[in-house]
């Protein structure tokens, strides 16, 4: 008798450290993942020609250049995907889901990163893209209300949530249509109650929200459509490690304070009681993913796989010597913009502190290029690392160092138009926590792989990331596309 055919539950923990993966489970505090483990087959992820050269390394292998990798088995250098709200057409058609959904088999897309636009082929049960993409577009129309809220959310992370709480209440209270709970959405709107009552250590669980919310909304959209391939995309494991990975390990780092810290701690003895209210976030990140994943084996039948990917992995980085990456934000983008006379553009926030900006073609954003790269605020050092792909710009803001706190009388200037002068305080916003980088991307992630009614083994130990899509199209059957390679199977389904 065949095998009946194979689904796939692809949970995308992005950037979940193998590290605190061991750490927990040894610890007892994740059962189904350490059940899911020791039945399962686990490799070892790695991005093929990385190294680390020095602090700014890490932006080489952003989650946005690695997970369209992951889904596509194209290299970075090969799809040139260099950020958010970048035209994705290099990858359409060439995912997992879309190469699935070409062969007849149903797929269900939630939050995978560079996504947008929703696109089907005709077996595409939901299609709903990043929070970062350019607009709420998405299906089924029950997930709209839900995605205009992340989008407007994530956007605007570091922003007053109180105001954008208000804003969404609308859509929140339509998001129980695609399977919101309610007990999540309280969650969600008493988010500034409480942390009036227990203060700023309680404000790191908005980086918890939307996975609360894409979660439910993903469990309750698998459930209805029963789609055979299903992904979902969450970052709160990512977030809570990049700041809080000092506050779990202390004894990793030094004990001088950052110019951040410096901000709000007169020494590191007042720094350290304040982030052991916070050396539990990282762990409580696994625990809540544990659980869910607790939850979605009840919904996956004997021939489901539930893939769990991380795309990369960190490593604690020193906050005063190894990095500087305070939050910050530029504001009042289009007055600042305006000014130096851009001219005809659109600009979007994006994974803060980066901003994305389109123009009507390409001439337009090559002469914007030589403008926005002569800012400054210390001269020799631009205050954006600009990148340029055809009619886009992708800027990331570089916080320069020694101004916390002494911007008065400090000034934006530009190398070429001495008679601009754009005083700091007025648009850059600096985060009322010492919210920092204590950790930073590295190459290694993980697979796991793992069936109730199938046994999954590894074959390898370990897979580039341009194999993993390739890896489980072979579940399906299918052989690798003309623009992926696999150097060997890599699991094997009894």
């Not at 065949?2 to 059962?31: C, M, T, Y």
């Not at 804003?167 to 249509?177: D, V, Y």
């Not at 995309?233 to 004894?251: F, I, L």
């Not at 803001?397 to 070429?416: A, N, Q, S, W, Y």
Request: with cysteine; proline share 6%.
């Amino acid at each position: 008798m065949a095998a009946s055919p194979i689904s796939v539950f692809f949970v995308e923990i992005n950037e979940a450290d193998r590290h605190f993966l061991d750490k927990f489970i040894a610890a007892g505090k994740l059962p189904t993942l350490a059940r899911m483990k020791a039945e399962g087959a686990f490799v070892t992820t790695t991005i093929p020609g990385w190294e680390f050269k020095d602090e700014r390394s890490f932006r080489e292998i952003m989650p946005w250049m690695i997970w369209p990798t992951l889904y596509t088995g194209i290299p970075a250098r090969d799809h040139g995907i260099v950020a958010f709200g970048q035209d994705t057409s290099a990858l359409a058609g060439k995912c997992i889901w879309d190469v699935l959904d070409k062969h007849g088999i149903s797929t269900g897309v939630l939050g995978s990163l560079l996504s947008y636009p929703p696109r089907n082929h005709g077996n595409a049960a939901f299609y709903i893209p990043e929070s970062l993409a350019d607009d709420a577009e998405c299906f089924p129309p029950e997930a709209r209300p839900l995605q205009e809220f992340c989008v407007a959310s994530s956007r605007g992370y570091s922003e007053d949530l109180a105001r954008q709480a208000i804003e969404g209440l609308a859509q929140l209270a339509r998001t129980p249509r695609c399977g919101v709970r309610l007990s999540t959405l309280a969650r969600v709107v008493g988010q500034i109650p409480m942390e009036k009552v227990l203060g700023k250590t309680h404000e790191p669980e908005r980086a918890m929200l939307l996975s609360y919310l894409v979660f439910d909304a993903y469990k309750h959209l698998v459930k209805k459509y029963r789609p055979r391939f299903a992904s979902i995309h969450m970052n709160h494991v990512a977030y809570m490690q990049h700041r809080y990975w000092r506050a779990a390990e202390p004894e990793r780092f030094p004990s001088d304070l950052s110019e951040t810290d410096a901000r709000f701690f007169s020494g590191p003895s007042e720094r350290d009681a304040y982030e052991r209210k916070l050396s539990h976030r990282i762990e409580a990140a696994f625990v809540y993913t544990d659980q869910q994943l607790a939850e979605l084996i009840e919904l996956a039948d004997d021939n489901t796989v539930i893939a769990i990917g991380t795309g990369l992995g960190q490593a604690p980085v020193d906050p005063v010597t190894g990095i500087h990456n305070p939050v910050v934000r530029l504001t009042r983008e289009r007055e600042f913009f305006d000014r130096v006379g851009l001219g005809d553009y659109r600009v979007l926030h994006q994974m803060n502190p980066d901003l994305t900006i389109t123009f009507p073609d390409d001439a337009a954003a090559e002469r914007a290029e030589a403008i926005v790269s002569g800012f400054y605020v210390t001269k020799g050092r631009p205050l954006f690392d600009v990148m340029r792909s055809r009619h886009q710009l992708f800027c990331e803001f570089i916080m320069p160092r020694g101004l916390f706190g002494k911007t008065t009388d400090v000034f934006i200037r530009h190398t070429e138009r001495q008679e601009l002068a754009f005083p700091f305080a007025d648009h850059v916003s600096q985060h009322p926590t010492n919210d920092q980088s204590t950790a930073q991307h590295r190459d290694a992630g993980w697979l796991l792989l793992w069936s109730k009614g199938r046994q999954v083994r590894a074959l390898r130990d370990d897979l580039d990331v341009t194999e993993v899509a390739p890896a489980l199209l072979d579940l399906y059957g299918i052989a690798p596309q003309p623009w992926q390679s696999m150097e060997s199977p890599a699991f094997s389904l009894g």
